[in-house]
Structures are given as structure tokens and as C-alpha cells.
């Protein structure tokens, strides 16, 4: 086969963390081919890791966007897929999509992973020794890739238009058929190849896919059998900008990453196949692939990047937990036996322990916000019970969210640690996130209600009340059913309606008309902060 290189791809490579790139050639590919300089020490002939040998598993974002929940559990699964079996996590930054690049999206990623507790192996931030980690950092790879298979005949340029590819679109909807390309120039001679170059014509360059069944083991779905050409034509390796596409920059990057395990979203299940076809054309094994199910919204819709309540960042802005999200997202298609339903709070050794890739499901599920709910619950006690240095950073985070929430009330704020955790103890069947112990209902655990004018019963009867409360004769254990019995004999003995006496402790207590009972209100403010703000409710303090 005569070969006809021509300049389409950039020389110099961003140090770095990826950025927006230019897309205007400077550097003719034969001239990189004959004098290359090596920026990959595996050989490129190398063979993947034999069976036995170290699992190496990758999470490859797109910088398109911030994580979602359905980026999660698949960064989740590969990580305990690595670690249930002693090997490495990696970190892949696939940034070939310029157009819908955004900038600083891949550290947002990689903070959410940390956030989130999982920590990769390798990635674009410490490096390892199969980097870069930022597919714009290896298009040297990638060039050096697509001669091979030039030179082999199982790849070619590809002059169509856009607007002739518009036009065959078109067509076969009209004749509802199957959208695809016709592999028109696959069947060019060198003679016109040569033409067309000369007149500098745009082209990319496209793979020969071959017409029979593809074949392939799904660790999760089983036996895939699928006839790829019957649904698309000769698919882009280099686009007509000399950027690589996603199939094949993520094909090569596999092999030289030395992956054994792909797991992803079953929506690319559709394209193993024609990775499967490009491993094979460079005489190399593919990975094995375990394509995970669909994370639904509750309404039964597909997740998206714009929606955000599936954001990370959402979750983090809300008081959810890390622990608990990972535990929130295991609910999502399996992956472990009914050992993990059986342990209050799941922690990340845990989750490594019982995960299992055959307990995968293969049906799609939707999300169960009220779980969520369940396990940051779990999560926060299991932090205050079994965990100290953990207990005292929520009390610390808990004491500074009180103090941002109410500035203007600085002074009178009860802030004491052992107060705190009292009521980190009490309101935990109560609240869903710690944000929920400053908002609504339970905000008058920190500052004094605003006094009312409603006069609901006497102030003498109040005053009365207030004395006393703050003495041990009349109620000597300050407790929620000591209190009750007190409440509803004093009102007895005062001749007061037990419902008018109640509504005028509620107002004077919280300033509420709903919340907690008085009792547990009483309760929790302790002896000291419930007849302060009785007598406060009388307007005799001064």
C-alpha cells in the first residue's frame, strides 16, 4: 500500500493539567514518524497482563461538565472491583472533545473523588509510570498508533463532506433505513488519495471495520452478540481538527494503561464491539468488559449532567455525607448480597469486602431519595458513636454553621461542645443533614424567639411557671415525661386549659407554631435556657 502523510496534528503538548488546545497543524506526520522522540517506555508491542496477574481498572470523565451520580457509582464499582482484588485504580482524564471542554472541570472531578473517598492509584495530579493521564497530553501515542494501522491497510483518509454526510443522513431516513456512512473512500486508489491531498482537501481518517457478528463476554450481561457494520459505516479515528476520537484515544490508552477490566455505563455497550475490532487490528487483547446498569431518576428518566440535584457538588452543598452517598448509590443495580443490608452504616472497607460483579444487576433502577435520608442518618451517628475524632469535627462544623446561620446573635448563642453534642444526640431521628439543625423548625435550639405581642395566657401564671421550673422541688429530673406530668398538673391547679398553656409555651419557647413537643423542647434547651426564655415571654426581663 502507497502511503501519503500529510501535516494534520499539533507538535507541542500542554504541561500540565489539560487546557483549551489550538487545533491548527504545525508538524507533518512522517516527519514525527521518522524522528519521533519516545514518550511512552512500554514498547508497542507489549502484551496486557496475563489472568493472575495485577487487575488494573480505569474511571476515564470527560471534562465536559461536573460529576453526576451515575459518574459516582462508576467510579465507585471500578474502585472496589481494584481493591476487592489487590490492584490499582486509575484516573484518566479523556479531554479529546475540545468543543465542550470546560475549564477546570477535570480538577472539580478529581476533588469530587477525594470528596467522595476514592482515591485513585494513578492519575493526571501524582502521575504513575503509565502516564500522561490527560489524553492531550499523548497525542504522540496516537499518531504513532494510526500509521501502524494505515500501514496496514485497516485504516484510510476519508474525504467526505459534512455536507454529503448530511445528505446520506437524509436519505436513509427518508427511505427509513438506518442512518451510516457508505465508506465511500474506503475504496479510493493511492492515485486519487494523492489528488485530493494535493489540493489540501479537509479529510479525517476512518477504521475498516469488518462485516461478520461480534462476539464478546459481558461480565455482567453475558454473551453480546452484535453486527456493527450492519449499523454504522467505517467509524472516525482522527477527526478532520487532528484530534483523535474517544473510540479509538480510548482504545489505545487501554492498552497502554495496561487496563484488564473495563467497567461502564451499559450505554457503551453498543460501541465494545468496535473497540473490541481495534484491539484486534493492533494484535492486541482486549480488556475484560462489565457494563453496568442505568441509574434512573425517580420518575423513571435518564440522569443528566444539567440536572442538578445529581451533581456531587448538590450533595456536598446540602450536608450529605460522602459515606453515605456511596451507600446511597450502592442501592443503585446491585452489586452485593444481602450481608451489606445488614450493617447500619457502611463504611468503604465494607463496601471492598461484600462487592461482588456477579450480583450486578442487569435492569436499570431508579433512585429512592428517602434512602438517601436513611443512610446520612446512619452515617452521622455512626460518626458521634464510634468514631471520636470524627464526633469532634462535627461538632466544630456543626458550632460554625450556627455561628454563619445567626451572626447578629453572636452573644446569646449556647455553643458549649457538650451542648452541642446533646443536641447532635437528641435531634438525630429529626433531621436528614446537619444543615437541618439551623433551619426551620429546629432554629430555636441556638437563638431566643422573638417576643410576641399575643398575650395567649396571663404573664403572672408564666412568671409562676418559670419559678417554678427552676427549682428541683417542684420538677426534679428535667426529662420529657417529668415535664409532661408537670405541664399538665400545673395547668389542673391554675385552672388553665392545657392546650391554651401549651400554644403559649410553644411561642414563647421556639416561637414556632409547630416543631417538636414542648416537653422534648424543654428538654433539650436544659432547666437554665427553657426558664430564660419563659420569663423572657412575660416581658418582666430586662
Same mark, same amino acid.
Given at each position: 500500500?502507497?502511503?501519503?502523510?500529510?501535516?494534520?496534528?499539533?507538535?507541542?503538548?500542554?504541561?500540565?493539567?489539560?487546557?483549551?488546545?489550538?487545533?491548527?497543524?504545525?508538524?507533518?506526520?512522517?516527519?514525527?514518524?521518522?524522528?519521533?522522540?519516545?514518550?511512552?517506555?512500554?514498547?508497542?508491542?507489549?502484551?496486557?497482563?496475563?489472568?493472575?496477574?495485577?487487575?488494573?481498572?480505569?474511571?476515564?470523565?470527560?471534562?465536559?461538565?461536573?460529576?453526576?451520580?451515575?459518574?459516582?457509582?462508576?467510579?465507585?464499582?471500578?474502585?472496589?472491583?481494584?481493591?476487592?482484588?489487590?490492584?490499582?485504580?486509575?484516573?484518566?482524564?479523556?479531554?479529546?472533545?475540545?468543543?465542550?471542554?470546560?475549564?477546570?472541570?477535570?480538577?472539580?472531578?478529581?476533588?469530587?473523588?477525594?470528596?467522595?473517598?476514592?482515591?485513585?492509584?494513578?492519575?493526571?495530579?501524582?502521575?504513575?509510570?503509565?502516564?500522561?493521564?490527560?489524553?492531550?497530553?499523548?497525542?504522540?501515542?496516537?499518531?504513532?498508533?494510526?500509521?501502524?494501522?494505515?500501514?496496514?491497510?485497516?485504516?484510510?483518509?476519508?474525504?467526505?463532506?459534512?455536507?454529503?454526510?448530511?445528505?446520506?443522513?437524509?436519505?436513509?431516513?427518508?427511505?427509513?433505513?438506518?442512518?451510516?456512512?457508505?465508506?465511500?473512500?474506503?475504496?479510493?486508489?493511492?492515485?486519487?488519495?494523492?489528488?485530493?491531498?494535493?489540493?489540501?482537501?479537509?479529510?479525517?481518517?476512518?477504521?475498516?471495520?469488518?462485516?461478520?457478528?461480534?462476539?464478546?463476554?459481558?461480565?455482567?450481561?453475558?454473551?453480546?452478540?452484535?453486527?456493527?457494520?450492519?449499523?454504522?459505516?467505517?467509524?472516525?479515528?482522527?477527526?478532520?481538527?487532528?484530534?483523535?476520537?474517544?473510540?479509538?484515544?480510548?482504545?489505545?490508552?487501554?492498552?497502554?494503561?495496561?487496563?484488564?477490566?473495563?467497567?461502564?455505563?451499559?450505554?457503551?455497550?453498543?460501541?465494545?464491539?468496535?473497540?473490541?475490532?481495534?484491539?484486534?487490528?493492533?494484535?492486541?487483547?482486549?480488556?475484560?468488559?462489565?457494563?453496568?446498569?442505568?441509574?434512573?431518576?425517580?420518575?423513571?428518566?435518564?440522569?443528566?449532567?444539567?440536572?442538578?440535584?445529581?451533581?456531587?457538588?448538590?450533595?456536598?452543598?446540602?450536608?450529605?455525607?460522602?459515606?453515605?452517598?456511596?451507600?446511597?448509590?450502592?442501592?443503585?443495580?446491585?452489586?452485593?448480597?444481602?450481608?451489606?443490608?445488614?450493617?447500619?452504616?457502611?463504611?468503604?472497607?465494607?463496601?471492598?469486602?461484600?462487592?461482588?460483579?456477579?450480583?450486578?444487576?442487569?435492569?436499570?433502577?431508579? &433512585?429512592?431519595? !428517602?434512602? #438517601?435520608?436513611?443512610?446520612? =442518618? /446512619?452515617?452521622?451517628?455512626?460518626?458521634? +458513636?464510634?468514631? @471520636? %475524632?470524627?464526633?469532634?469535627?462535627?461538632?466544630?462544623?456543626?458550632?460554625?454553621?450556627?455561628?454563619?446561620?445567626?451572626?447578629?446573635?453572636?452573644?446569646?448563642?449556647?455553643?458549649?461542645?457538650?451542648?452541642?453534642?446533646?443536641?447532635?444526640?437528641?435531634?438525630?431521628?429529626?433531621?436528614?443533614?446537619?444543615?437541618?439543625?439551623?433551619?426551620?423548625?429546629?432554629?430555636?435550639?441556638?437563638?431566643?424567639?422573638?417576643?410576641?405581642?399575643?398575650?395567649?395566657?396571663?404573664?403572672?401564671?408564666?412568671?409562676?411557671?418559670?419559678?417554678?421550673?427552676?427549682?428541683?422541688?417542684?420538677?426534679?429530673?428535667?426529662?420529657?415525661?417529668?415535664?409532661?406530668?408537670?405541664?399538665?398538673?400545673?395547668?389542673?391547679?391554675?385552672? &388553665?386549659?392545657? !392546650?391554651? #398553656?401549651?400554644?403559649?409555651? =410553644? /411561642?414563647?419557647?421556639?416561637?414556632?407554631? +409547630?416543631?417538636? @413537643? %414542648?416537653?422534648?423542647?424543654?428538654?433539650?434547651?436544659?432547666?437554665?435556657?427553657?426558664?430564660?426564655?419563659?420569663?423572657?415571654?412575660?416581658?418582666?426581663?430586662?
Amino acid at each position: 500500500m502507497n502511503l501519503i502523510f500529510v501535516t494534520f496534528w499539533r507538535t507541542s503538548l500542554p504541561r500540565g493539567l489539560p487546557k483549551r488546545l489550538s487545533t491548527t497543524p504545525a508538524t507533518s506526520f512522517r516527519s514525527y514518524c521518522d524522528h519521533r522522540t519516545p514518550v511512552e517506555t512500554t514498547p508497542s508491542n507489549a502484551k496486557r497482563p496475563n489472568d493472575g496477574e495485577v487487575v488494573r481498572v480505569r474511571f476515564a470523565p470527560s471534562p465536559t461538565g461536573f460529576m453526576h451520580l451515575g459518574g459516582l457509582r462508576t467510579a465507585l464499582y471500578n474502585y472496589l472491583y481494584a481493591k476487592a482484588h489487590g490492584g490499582q485504580f486509575v484516573l484518566r482524564i479523556e479531554d479529546t472533545d475540545q468543543e465542550r471542554f470546560v475549564e477546570g472541570a477535570s480538577e472539580k472531578l478529581y476533588a469530587d473523588l477525594k470528596w467522595a473517598g476514592i482515591e485513585p492509584d494513578e492519575d493526571p495530579f501524582k502521575g504513575g509510570p503509565h502516564g500522561p493521564y490527560t489524553q492531550s497530553q499523548r497525542y504522540e501515542i496516537y499518531k504513532r498508533e494510526v500509521k501502524k494501522l494505515m500501514e496496514d491497510g485497516r485504516a484510510y483518509y476519508c474525504f467526505c463532506t459534512e455536507r454529503r454526510l448530511e445528505l446520506l443522513r437524509k436519505e436513509a431516513l427518508r427511505l427509513r433505513q438506518v442512518p451510516k456512512y457508505d465508506n465511500k473512500c474506503r475504496h479510493l486508489t493511492p492515485g486519487q488519495v494523492a489528488e485530493r491531498l494535493a489540493k489540501n482537501d479537509k479529510f479525517c481518517i476512518r477504521f475498516k471495520l469488518h462485516s461478520k457478528g461480534d462476539e464478546f463476554q459481558d461480565a455482567i450481561f453475558g454473551k453480546i452478540v452484535y453486527f456493527i457494520a450492519q449499523q454504522e459505516g467505517d467509524p472516525i479515528l482522527i477527526k478532520s481538527d487532528g484530534f483523535p476520537t474517544y473510540h479509538f484515544a480510548n482504545v489505545v490508552d487501554d492498552h497502554y494503561m495496561r487496563i484488564t477490566h473495563v467497567l461502564r455505563g451499559v450505554e457503551w455497550q453498543i460501541s465494545t464491539p468496535k473497540h473490541i475490532q481495534l484491539f484486534h487490528a493492533f494484535g492486541w487483547r482486549p480488556p475484560q468488559y462489565a457494563h453496568l446498569p442505568l441509574i434512573m431518576n425517580p420518575n423513571g428518566t435518564k440522569l443528566s449532567k444539567r440536572q442538578g440535584d445529581v451533581q456531587l457538588e448538590h450533595y456536598r452543598n446540602n450536608g450529605t455525607f460522602p459515606q453515605a452517598l456511596l451507600n446511597y448509590v450502592t442501592q443503585s443495580g446491585g452489586g452485593f448480597g444481602r450481608e451489606l443490608l445488614e450493617i447500619t452504616a457502611p463504611q468503604l472497607p465494607d463496601l471492598v469486602r461484600l462487592f461482588d460483579l456477579k450480583k450486578i444487576n442487569t435492569n436499570s433502577s431508579r &433512585l429512592n431519595p !428517602e434512602l #438517601l435520608k436513611h443512610f446520612n =442518618r /446512619a452515617e452521622i451517628r455512626h460518626k458521634l +458513636e464510634n468514631d @471520636s %475524632v470524627a464526633a469532634e469535627e462535627i461538632v466544630r462544623e456543626v458550632t460554625e454553621m450556627v455561628r454563619k446561620e445567626f451572626p447578629k446573635e453572636s452573644k446569646q448563642l449556647q455553643l458549649e461542645p457538650e451542648h452541642v453534642r446533646e443536641v447532635l444526640s437528641w435531634s438525630l431521628p429529626r433531621i436528614d443533614s446537619l444543615h437541618d439543625l439551623v433551619r426551620g423548625k429546629l432554629s430555636f435550639l441556638w437563638v431566643l424567639p422573638k417576643p410576641t405581642k399575643e398575650k395567649i395566657v396571663d404573664t403572672d401564671i408564666l412568671a409562676l411557671l418559670a419559678k417554678n421550673l427552676s427549682t428541683e422541688t417542684d420538677v426534679p429530673e428535667f426529662s420529657k415525661a417529668e415535664l409532661s406530668r408537670f405541664i399538665k398538673t400545673f395547668a389542673e391547679r391554675n385552672h &388553665l386549659a392545657f !392546650e391554651k #398553656l401549651m400554644k403559649a409555651l =410553644r /411561642a414563647g419557647l421556639s416561637g414556632l407554631q +409547630e416543631g417538636p @413537643s %414542648v416537653p422534648e423542647m424543654m428538654e433539650i434547651l436544659g432547666r437554665e435556657k427553657t426558664v430564660q426564655r419563659i420569663v423572657l415571654a412575660t416581658g418582666r426581663q430586662k
